[in-house]
């Protein structure tokens, strides 16, 4: 099993550009999420999913758009990207029965908003 | 807002001491779970604690639960250089309709030779 994979592992844009990162996992786990991690903030909840077609936002969701379509990918797209969202991007998936079990997480995105 | 919050936020340790880092969160929980995390890399998940357990181990690892006092602590027993990294609690919480995980900002461990 490949476990959590994200793409880009770095990227550069300039303010107003829009992007889309990647997620996907292969366990076949209905709940994925998307955090971002900025220095002495630890992680913060942006969006996340409990399974196909099922979105909701999370504590900092402004600026982000998700959908989920399929069970493996959870992508999120930065609308017109600002210095602000500079920062480490992580997604993460679990198996979900109710409450929050073990979160798997991906290898991050870092991002640098010009 | 931050749920949990670490207590120390930095801990210098030599090899062979003790850690022991502590969590404090604000509302009712469904479990607490500590998480590792190296350097420039993604969290890894240590143990989880379900709110009717007072006690836990894994390996090296003792967690305890007081959701009296909302509080956590994660002892790191006779600890290694390798247990260099930043922990953080996380508490899963319902607010509305779905369960989500809330982090706290860490405590970053050195571990010196």
């Known amino acids: 099993n490949a476990g959590v994979t994200q793409t880009p592992k770095f990227q550069v844009l300039k303010t107003g550009q829009s992007m889309t990162l990647q997620c996907a996992q292969d366990m076949n786990h209905e709940y994925m999420s998307w955090y971002r991690q900025d220095p002495g903030m630890g992680l913060r909840l942006i969006h996340y999913s409990v399974g196909a077609g099922i979105t909701d936002q999370g504590e900092v969701p402004n600026g982000y758009n998700v959908s989920r379509s399929t069970t493996e990918d959870f992508p999120l797209r930065l609308l017109s990207a600002a210095p602000s969202q500079t920062s480490v991007y992580f997604c993460?998936?679990?198996?979900?029965?109710?409450?929050?079990?073990?979160?798997?997480f991906g290898p991050g995105t870092r991002l640098l908003v010009l | 807002s931050q749920q949990g919050e670490e207590d120390p936020q930095a801990l210098s340790i030599q090899e062979g001491e003790n850690a022991t880092m502590n969590c404090s969160y604000k509302t009712s929980i469904n479990n607490l779970q500590w998480y590792r995390q190296n350097s420039g890399r993604g969290l890894v998940h240590l143990i989880l604690i379900r709110s009717n357990e007072r006690e836990k181990h894994s390996g090296r690892l003792r967690v305890t639960l007081d959701t009296s006092k909302k509080s956590s602590s994660l002892l790191i027993t006779a600890s290694r250089a390798a247990d260099t990294a930043s922990y953080f609690c996380a508490t899963d919480v319902r607010e509305s309709g779905y369960s989500t995980l809330t982090f706290g900002k860490g405590t970053m461990l050195l571990v010196s030779p």
């Open positions: 993460a998936s679990s198996y979900s029965s109710g409450e929050q079990e073990t979160q798997y």
